[in-house]
């Protein structure tokens, strides 16, 4: 049919997508938990950087930039970091893979709707707060990785203690220029590990 659109129907199977590809995982996660993941910490961060720190970040837009983040892995599947970052040859040739892939899924939407999910998908940054609300995005994809390693290892799975060890380092790094990131850390990572008695 001439009207239909693949758009929200592709974008379905992040739940398919299976994350940490090389490692061993005590409990699987895909593509789908991990953007939810983001897009709530994006809008925490961005909440944080509003409230405590003067910024005017539009939060709703961090989380649905979070939503959207990784929706190009439908298409190219998760390639695992080490080999994404193992030289900038590497990582500029994989980044244009990602980038005809989000425009093919772009490509599935229907004309009117396109611009504004091209702005969700767009990495551009308008204006400064667009740019720093972008880094926190980031922060936020950091962040859900550690999240990820923690819940490993308390499930007694050392596979992931090499990956725990480089993205705290990274995120030790983004909380000096973030204070939000450091915000985040100190007072909602704690929390990660404990059973829903303890919580509650």
């Known amino acids: ?3 239909e659109a693949h758009f929200f129907a592709i974008v379905s199977r992040m739940k398919y ?3 940490w590809a090389l490692m061993r995982n005590a409990r699987a996660e895909n593509l789908s938990e991990h953007s ?3 897009s709530m910490i994006a809008h925490a961060l961005c909440t944080i950087a509003n409230v405590r720190y003067g910024r005017t970040l539009d939060a709703s837009r961090a989380a649905v930039v979070g939503l959207y983040h990784d929706a190009s892995e439908i298409i190219t599947g998760d390639m695992p970091t080490p080999v994404k970052y193992r030289n900038e040859r590497l990582r500029g040739a ?3 893979v990602e980038n005809e892939a989000e425009k093919e899924l772009l490509a599935t939407l229907p004309d009117d709707l396109r611009p504004a999910f091209e702005d ?3 990495t551009w940054a308008g204006d400064a707060d667009d740019a720093y609300l972008h880094e926190l995005v980031k922060a936020a994809d950091k962040l859900s990785a550690y999240i990820k390693c923690l819940e ?14 480089s993205t705290l380092a990274a995120l030790e790094k983004m909380r000096v220029t973030h204070p939000e990131v450091g915000d985040f850390m100190d007072e909602f990572l704690p929390s ?5 008695d303890e919580l509650l």
Do not use: Q
């Open 94 to 96: 994989y980044k244009e």
């Open 17 to 19: 997508i299976e994350r």
């Open 36 to 38: 939810l993941e983001v």
């Open 120 to 122: 969700v998908f767009s």
């Open 152 to 165: 490993e290892e308390s499930s007694g799975n050392a596979e992931f203690r090499t990956a725990a060890t």
């Open 192 to 196: 990660y590990g404990r059973t829903l």
């Open 1 to 3: 049919m001439d009207n």
